[in-house]
């Protein structure tokens, strides 16, 4: 075999020589065994880490099938192989990173090694034992590379945003929407997350608790498991489809951390001037530099065939280019693109037994991005800022400026030092807590002085609806229970509501109205300001909200907007402001145009569902397996701390597709005690049993008690095997599910 052997060849080559590797596969499933209790959560016992990820990709394997393997092979850069032209952008970023991760493999400790490389030898063997749920083109021939090329990326948003303004595209992204065009009445879409650490004089029992709470689409892929090596790790988290050690939070008998986006600007484009003398030169440091010219070759399905296209990339020492024009070279040149340690690190986190490890492991900075919230046993609190962020020796570009660079003193060589990122431990008042705002008001008590962090960090201490109301959930003297905080994140008030409401009544009220007008006016009075399924009058609120936003002037990219796509002065009396962080922004900015929208809403919500005092149950819904049942819940922009993102369904009610989903509660006690919940279950497959079971106890605002000890997984434990060695035995019969908490 050479380097032009094609891809197709080296995977036959392989698959030939896959004999002996599927004895050791098999040989593998003696040394781990997974028990699922309730609900089909797996706890994966191991004597080691290779035999720790064999358990975690058959479990996966066992509830997402091709969803996982799909993944593996995007990763190898060979999608369109198997699915034709369309796949070959996915496959051109893709190869070179597969091939970074080939190069880095060796540098990677054995541990990490011995998960990834499990990970993979678990999957090989589910597919050789059940071929009939996979295509005939999917060999079990997977490597430890595949799953580690998986961990790694390539190119941000500010790279496609800049090619957008430079080629004349419309933007692509960016903040969210109230609705399409055709419907302006739909709840614009948040993802984000919430987080909370309590400290022990927060709490009933004296110990810290943990709250994660993400707020992605619910086909992001968290995957709740358990895994133990004994003496060496114990670990309950979400595990990301596709990898072992690709998590985001989760906690051991130690400590635990959750973690929320913090979308730090990690890439800088430089614009460097051409040598008119030279092509495919620029000028750099007094010299003429070269480009260097490299070319990827990729196969796609061509009908019975196999087609190859050919594509050419320049690059420089300072990054790849990433566009030509007006005597400039442009290059991006991003912190953390070569990182690879990123399974490493969080393997480390996993295994910490104290704060210090825990943040030694966070310095190696192979984590690039997220703010983290963490709480452990000995009591501490503690929320950062993480990011990989490059020390900028000039203000920052954003993402549609590139910034003139013809020395090296004009381009950034290091990254902002740990120590230096906003970060809080231990704060007064015993809280931290974060849903995505900037870092500086992580606590009312002890807020974070914006000046005394480089301008090119976040903007202001703005806070948003969301964000506000979860400190008014904690910034006061309440101690909490465990149940506390489940009951607590489930709080269904509508903060925007109490903010407005009043204002829009007495400006209806004073048009004068007309009798219908006045009848929705009385629904809105009586309408407890809560996104409950059962509540009534939520719905024409919200509808009303969003018509008012959509007919209110845009917002420039620089205007305070409070998370909305219209300047705040146009919808509020008054603004956020610093000096009244709870009680702003509040009233009505444009109460003819408040008014007029109402009147429309209130026709609108007649048309739709036959009543303005419609339950907010019965327009918004969980959908999900055969589970058809009402759910509360709405946009963080309505002030929602149960964040939910709707789809609007034909006949005008709204099905779930993202935000709350997976919720995670733990209480360090001894031993530790949690509560859980994944709304779209442990399995993507229709026909499992483990699809839909959670999805009525999400909708109900109810988690199940998460078994962690040894006694309460054997308690708890409804089948047992291990992996590829039999069917499985059930242990008792699965009576119904495991209690549940009803706060």
Not at 184 to 212: F, M, V, Y
Not at 667 to 696: C, I, M, W
Request: hydrophobic share 40%; net charge neutral.
């Amino acid at each position: 075999m050479t380097p032009s052997t094609p891809r197709w060849a080296l995977t036959a080559f392989v698959l030939a020589a896959y004999a002996p590797a599927a004895a050791a596969q098999a040989g593998l499933a003696d040394q781990v065994e997974i028990r699922r209790t309730a609900y089909g959560v797996p706890h994966i016992r191991a004597e080691n880490f290779r035999a720790a990820g064999f358990g975690l990709g058959w479990v996966q394997l066992e509830d997402h099938g091709m969803r996982i393997v799909q993944g593996l092979v995007r990763a190898r850069g060979e999608l369109a192989l198997r699915y034709g032209a369309d796949s070959l952008d996915s496959d051109f970023d893709l190869r070179p990173v597969h091939r970074r991760a080939v190069a880095s493999y060796p540098l990677l400790e054995a541990d990490t090694r011995d998960m990834y490389d499990g990970f993979a030898a678990g999957v090989n063997r589910y597919v050789e034992l059940h071929r009939s749920e996979f295509p005939a083109w999917v060999t079990p021939t997977f490597s430890g590379h595949d799953v580690h090329a998986q961990g790694m990326g390539g190119g941000g948003p500010d790279v496609r945003r800049f090619l957008n303004r430079v080629r004349g595209e419309p933007p692509r992204g960016g903040a969210a929407q109230p609705g399409a065009e055709g419907d302006p009445q739909a709840p614009g879409a948040e993802d984000g997350s919430n987080a909370w650490a309590l400290a022990p004089s927060r709490t009933r029992s004296g110990r810290a608790i943990l709250l994660r709470n993400p707020h992605l689409a619910w086909s992001a892929g968290y995957y709740e498991a358990h895994v133990t090596v004994p003496g060496q790790l114990d670990f309950y988290g979400d595990f990301r489809l596709g990898g072992p050690i690709v998590l985001v939070g989760g906690f051991n008998t130690y400590l635990g951390w959750a973690t929320t986006n913090n979308a730090p600007d990690l890439e800088e484009i430089y614009a460097l001037e051409v040598d008119p003398a030279r092509p495919d030169h620029y000028l750099f440091d007094g010299g003429s530099v070269p480009l260097r010219r490299e070319t990827e070759t990729v196969e796609f399905a061509n009908g019975p065939g196999v087609g190859t296209v050919t594509r050419e990339r320049w690059t420089t020492p300072l990054g790849p280019v990433i566009h030509r024009g007006g005597g400039r070279i442009y290059v991006v040149r991003a912190a953390g693109e070569d990182e690879f340690r990123g399974g490493e690190q969080f393997l480390k986190m996993m295994r910490a037994r104290n704060r210090t490890e825990w943040t030694n492991a966070l310095r190696m900075r192979a984590r690039v991005t997220s703010n983290l919230t963490y709480a452990d046993r000995d009591g501490n609190i503690y929320y950062v800022w993480n990011a990989t962020h490059p020390a900028l020796p000039h203000p920052s570009g954003g993402d549609t400026a590139a910034i003139p660079a013809s020395r090296s003193t004009d381009v950034w060589t290091r990254v902002v030092g740990f120590d230096s990122l906003p970060q809080v431990l231990n704060p007064r008042g015993g809280y931290v807590r974060n849903e995505n705002d900037p870092p500086y008001l992580t606590n009312l008590h002890q807020p974070l002085r914006r000046e005394d962090y480089p301008a090119y960090f976040p903007g202001g201490a703005e806070l948003r609806l969301r964000s506000q109301h979860s400190l008014e959930l904690l910034h006061n003297d309440r101690k909490f229970s465990l149940e506390d905080v489940v009951a607590a994140k489930h709080s269904m008030r509508m903060i925007l509501a109490d903010r407005v409401k009043d204002d829009l009544l007495r400006a209806v009220r004073a048009a004068p109205p007309t009798p219908e007008v006045a009848q929705a006016a009385a629904v809105l009075e009586r309408w407890d300001n809560t996104a409950a399924a059962e509540s009534r009058g939520g719905v024409l609120f919200e509808t009303w909200w969003w018509r008012y936003v959509r007919t209110g002037p845009q917002a420039p990219p620089s205007a305070a907007s409070v998370g909305f796509p219209v300047p705040a002065a146009a919808l509020f009396a008054r603004a956020w402001t610093a000096a009244e962080p709870l009680a702003t922004p509040r009233g009505l900015g444009d109460p003819a145009r408040a008014v007029e929208a109402f009147a429309w809403a209130a026709a609108e919500v007649q048309r739709k569902y036959g009543s303005a005092d419609v339950a907010w149950g019965t327009v918004h819904r969980v959908r999900h397996g055969s589970v058809d049942v009402p759910v509360g819940g709405c946009s963080g922009f309505l002030g929602c701390f149960r964040v939910l993102n709707f789809r609007e369904e034909p006949d005008g009610t709204r099905t779930v597709v993202g935000g709350d989903g997976w919720v995670l509660a733990v209480e360090f006690t001894n031993p530790v005690r949690a509560y859980s919940v994944l709304a779209y279950g442990e399995s993507s497959k229709p026909g499992s049993p483990h699809h839909d079971d959670q999805a009525a106890m999400f909708a109900a605002n109810r988690m199940k008690p998460v078994a962690f000890t040894e006694a309460d997984v054997e308690r708890a434990t409804v089948r047992r095997y291990r992996p590829g060695r039999e069917a499985g035995v059930a242990t008792r019969q699965q009576r119904g599910r495991a209690s549940i908490v009803h706060p």
